[in-house]
């Protein structure tokens, strides 16, 4: 069975740091492009970012309003995907879910709250 | 940057009734695109992928279609677990944006 677990959300302060984890099991990690998506409070879904498999190149890719600040990076020989967030801005605030490239699959979720 | 715009922004329906949600793409996508349900405090589920292809364990009464910019997802006898948010996501290219969600309530 496929379980994506993230880990490290918590309470941030404006320009401040977090790295956010994303453990998986149940399928072979290191096939898949994974994704970042976020969910404000009460908003909708926002794509973050996504990382193609090594044998793609291992490439990124960002949106707009996160681009510059956060870094999509993998670990194949420990089955997980992580979220560099920097420069952290109230408007950060949000759930963070990880899931599988095609959407099939996505964890439970990480809250961020980015406040003073 | 690709923009999908979702209609209705909310319906209200009753149990058994039929309904469809549209999804409008700014440029022309193929057909790459996703469809989701969400339920509060829930992580998205994916409905449709490849704008008419049903995802593994979902309810034959879901349905997509459409192609280019304009796509559909069609509820045909709605049941009282539907009633949720839903979401289009292109995957067209990145970055891979979502419509801004409908909310279908119990009328």
């Known amino acids: 069975e496929v379980h994506l677990v993230e880990s490290g959300g918590g309470l941030a302060k404006p320009g401040g740091s977090l790295r956010l984890s994303c453990a998986a099991s149940?399928?072979?990690?290191?096939?898949?492009?994974m994704s970042w998506v976020r969910q404000a409070p009460g908003k909708g879904l926002e794509w973050v970012g996504r990382?193609?498999?090594?044998?793609?190149?291992?490439?990124?890719d960002y949106a707009a309003p996160v681009k510059g600040r956060f870094t999509v990076s993998r670990d194949d020989s420990k089955n997980t995907l992580y979220l560099q967030m920097k420069s952290l801005k109230i408007e950060d605030t949000a759930v963070y879910y990880c899931?599988?490239?095609?959407?099939?699959?996505w964890g439970q979720g990480t809250l961020v709250t980015v406040s003073s | 940057d690709i923009q999908m715009t979702q209609s209705p922004s909310s319906l209200s329906a009753y149990v058994g009734d039929r309904v469809t949600i549209t999804c409008r793409a700014s440029?022309?996508?193929?057909?790459?695109l996703n469809w989701y349900q969400q339920k509060a405090g829930k992580a998205p589920r994916l409905l449709i992928y490849?704008?008419?292809s049903l995802q593994s364990g979902v309810p034959s009464r879901f349905s997509g279609s459409g192609s280019g910019t304009d796509f559909t997802l069609t509820i045909s006898s709605l049941q009282p677990e539907d009633f949720a948010t839903y979401y289009c996501?292109?995957?067209?290219?990145?970055?891979?944006?979502f419509g801004q969600g409908t909310k279908l309530e119990i009328k």
């Open positions: 440029q022309t996508i193929s057909t790459y």
């Open positions: 899931s599988t490239n095609i959407g099939d699959y």
């Open positions: 149940g399928f072979t990690f290191s096939d898949a492009w």
């Open positions: 490849a704008a008419s």
């Open positions: 996501q292109q995957t067209y290219s990145p970055p891979r944006s």
């Open positions: 990382i193609k498999r090594k044998s793609d190149g291992g490439t990124t």
